[in-house]
């Protein structure tokens, strides 16, 4: 058997992260580049020992991601994969534990455990494959599919709202919140390796391609002739410029954000947004969270939001050193035996 | 104190006293007080806190009276008591809610200043039941203690309304005198509890004085009552409820298997105090996560089995119904976690305060699919402790969810409890996997426990979830047989416990014409009902199963001994449907569903029914 140390000097490579599993996602799923690119990044990221690194998932097409890592894993029921992990990183904080879901799982039947474990800043990474669609029971609106989406239960056009993942996420008051696409995998490495480095909840939102169900949901962003002018790459400390010339910016009338033409000669790189992913204050990231909803801004990916607070997972185990400090290791019998005792002779 | 006339001392052996009020009255507090007290000096005791869902219902009203009944004896206790002897009543909604369960020639004391035209309208009284003919036939004590304490406490800093809320301790002081009780537990009680607030301290402790001075003194109260110490086995006792009891069996399982505990809840009635308890075990290094919801609390307790914790879930029905699919996890995943339900009355919301035993059939099949657990009831608030460390030992050696019952009633209700001595308790041995030859996920050990291969071990990386798994492996599969041969391998798992647990035992000769079954918190009840009916003549044993699932070997075997078997549940008869499949026998059935404990007259009404005048007289 391998020792650690054998394992840690043999330098691991993506094939290290691979189980022996067949996996089994439509041919052609974004799935495939997920975890592909979790399998690359791993070796560079992992600082810890393999046999610490956990996969939890819930239910749905992106959950079955555990069983096809090389490392602990645990596929869930529905929706509480949060729940789960949360179990997991208290018990033992020391474990790297990291979460696989679905916009179904995480959002709508899961959205109270992932509000909340944003809110409690559980030391989780937890990716959302967003397809926008229910894949695994072949093809119903999500709470992420578009206002008048046509599916198998919404014949005539879904006619509620969907969550922006992002906003909620940032709203919950996730430490680490951020945006990629399955078609672009060098960015998806980078958001991986951010989120792998980030202590606290870091949250990935994934667009994925459902190719069976809601193909194309993300073509605009992905296809060479748009996806320059429709996507915004977001870089810390530099001005929000896009487009296939770079020609294109962001600015803020106000509270909204609207795009100049850098080629015009009206406006320099000097009147642009400037990217700041450190700020203590979550305005500007929800601002650039909610340009995805604005059928005429280009979506933003990359890091909307890193902060640092104590995670929930070190306040407990803070918690435990200090009173046990102030009170000592605790004695069972002395316990048992609490405040009123008497003697029968 | 000249004017002290000596009193007549009159010894009794036997007593049960309930206190009732406002909910806002301070009568549970009043009730714990009297009753740890009671436990100090040597009696024997149980108690039944009976108190509404309502915080702080409208004063004065009827549901939101509050009560808190005690029995205590110099012998042994066996339950909470039928009838009242002594009631004292802090108003007349108080005094309306609970004359009828006084025994017909008992003790009234009430507070008779609040006896006022609104409090008696409120109440629904016509005319002052202190004037008319209502209370004919009852010793009634009137005593003025709202104004005798706000006399006490003449000059205190204290706001009016503040004085008035020390009534119930100038009404504890005047119970201590009556029954001839020490004052120091409580004043150390209070010099804690109010550590902070100087004032407070001294208002209560004067109002306690007061009310026993005023016992002493007045000529209302010509006799006074001495309750000898009982006759327990030797040892070191605290009186102890069932909640407290129950966190501290856990605690003591935790500590045995030195394995650290996790309990993820969410707080209901009657459960909530566990997380109390346990969250503030921290320097045993407890683990306690307060959850976003029943579902969260189950989940992150199967988390923290997989990561290698001792690890529990609490809750009562409508919690446990949220648990179910979970508990399908754990019982795939072959995880081990305890689920403990604390019944309380359903459907639904139900009756949250008060105690039933409605959930049986649900832990034993409530979940979809073959999913089966083992089961266990406490019966006794002591038991709690006790069977809390079973639990948790069948748990790991099992490798499997484990619920728990108990109810509202051994949950909040106390009694004395022999502290064992911890060499007594068994050791807990969990062996994790470590080894990496030879390992697969699902490879069954002598007890079909597969391997705990807990995240940090090098070497024995894999998955587990929620799908079927192969056999050995632990792979996802989907074939026929292995399903077939999986579901059969997860029964036999939890039919085997049945070699590891002790014999039903019965109380009383081992064959005869009724055998009373009961489970779970009816057990003090129905052996008080069952002794009397001995001391009657009758040829009736009892036994009492603290094993649900799987039930203990010989229990076939009991039940066949006798002609009869009587069933009393505080449900529709659960238990009853169980036996009756299992065994194929006919049984007998006692069923009241009042969100209270049974009592023992009803049962040995019942018994007397069913036996007629066969008592061998």
Known sequence: MATNDEVKEKKLTAKDFASDQDVRWCPGCGDYSILAQVQRTFPEIIKKDVEKIVWISGIGCSSRFPYY??????????????????????????????VATGDGDLLSIGGNHFIHACRKNIDLKILLFNNRIYGLTKGQYSPTSEKGKITKTTPFGSVDYPFNPVSLAIGANATFVARTIDRNPKHLQEMIRRAGEHKGLAFIEIFQNCNIFNDGAFSLLTEKDTKDDSVLVLEHSKPMVFGKDSDKGIKLDGVKPIIVDLASGSYSKDDLLVHDEFSDEPILAMILAHMTDHPNLPTPIGVFRQILRETYDGGIRDQINMVTEKRGKGDLAKMLYGANTWEVN | MDEVKDKKVEKLSDVTVRFAGDSGDGMQLTGTQFSDTTAWVGNDLSTLPDYPAEIRAPAGTLYGVSGFQLHFSSIHVNTPGDVPDVLVAMNPAALKKNLTELNPNGTIIVNTDSFDPKNLKLARYESNPLEDNTLDGYHVYKVPISSLTSNALEGSPLSVKEVGRCKNFFALGMMYWLYNRPLEKTQEWLKKKFAKNKDLVDANLKALQAGYNFGEITEIFTTRYVVEPAQLPKGKYRNISGNEALSLGFLTASVKSKLPLFLGSYPITPASEILQYLSSYKNFGVKTVQAEDEIAGVTSAIGAAFAGSLALTT??????????EAIGLAVMTELPIVIVDVQRGGPSTGLPTK???????????????????????????????????????????????????????????????????????????????????????YLRNENLARPWAIPGTPGLEHRIGGLEKADITGNVNYDPDN???????????????ANDIPDLKVDGDESGDLLVLGWGGTYGTLKD????????????????????????KNTGGVLKKF????????????????????????????????????????????ITELLGGNNGN
């Open chain 2, 315 to 324: 809750t009562s029905g409508p919690g446990m119904a949220l648990k179910t």
């Open chain 2, 483 to 497: 399903h077939n041969k999986m579901v059969n391998l997860r029964n036999k798992k939890i039919k085997n416990i």
């Open chain 1, 69 to 98: 890592m090389n490392t602990y894993g645990f596929h869930g029921i529905h929706g509480r994969a949060p729940a789960i992990a949360t179990g997991v990183k208290v018990a033992n904080p020391d474990l790297d534990v990291w």
């Open chain 2, 529 to 552: 009902a069952v002794k009397r009916a001995r001391a009657a003549g009758y040829k009736v044993s009892q036994a009492h199963l603290r094993y649900i699932n799987p039930l203990s």
């Open chain 2, 355 to 441: 105690t039933e035993q409605a959930d049986l059939l649900q832990a034993v099949y409530g979940r979809n699919g073959e999913a089966p657990v083992a089961v266990l009831a406490a019966c006794t608030p002591t038991d709690c402790f006790y069977q809390a460390i079973e639990a948790s030992r069948i748990a790991l050696k099992y490798m499997t969810p484990v619920i728990l019952l108990t109810d509202g009633y051994i949950a909040n209700g106390s009694e004395p409890w022999k502290i064992p001595e911890l060499d007594d308790l068994p050791d807990i041995s969990v062996p994790f996997r470590t080894e990496k030859e030879g390992f697969y996920p």
């Open chain 2, 563 to 606: 002609d009869k078997v009587l069933i009393p549940e505080i449900n529709l008869g659960q238990l009853a449907k169980l036996i009756k499949s299992e065994f194929v026998i006919e049984v007998e059935q006692f069923n009241l569903v009042r969100g209270l404990p049974l009592k023992s007259k009803d049962v040995l009404e019942k």
